[in-house]
């Protein structure tokens, strides 16, 4: 079994900035590619960011220059910093991981709860 748990998320002023942080553990062989999507109100599921890994990153245009993603392979965790929020930037944000477990002959997608990431104008 592997788990993804997300932190970091609350109610920030426009022009702030904030640190996701997502945590993978359980049986894990390996992680190859990691993201962040964020889910608002009455949207679809986007992808803000992502990072394979060997640190290559990509980013959706609306962020692009504002958020930065990155990885610490050793503790299996992904980071997503936030700067320079703006109120549609306010949505759930989730934690997703491709990752091969132990015993397993394939990798499978795996997702955190959600965090709840609410900007204020």
């Known amino acids: 079994q592997v788990q993804l748990v997300e932190s970091g998320g609350g109610l920030v002023q426009a022009g702030g900035s904030r640190r996701l942080s997502c945590a993978a553990s359980?049986?894990?062989?390996?992680?190859?590619?990691m993201a962040w999507h964020r889910q608002a109100p009455g949207n679809q599921r986007e992808l803000v960011a992502g990072?394979?890994?060997?640190?290559?990153?990509n980013y959706a245009d609306s962020v692009k220059g504002r958020f930065t993603i990155s990885r610490d392979n050793g503790k299996k965790t992904v980071y997503l910093q936030m700067n320079s929020l703006k109120p549609e930037d306010t949505a759930v944000y989730y934690c997703?991981?491709?990752?091969?477990?132990?015993?397993?002959?394939?990798?499978?997608?795996?997702w955190g709860q959600g965090t709840q990431v609410t900007v204020s104008s």
């Open positions: 997703n991981a491709n990752v091969r477990a132990i015993g397993a002959t394939r990798t499978n997608d795996y």
């Open positions: 359980g049986r894990i062989a390996s992680i190859n590619a």
């Open positions: 990072i394979t890994n060997r640190g290559i990153t």
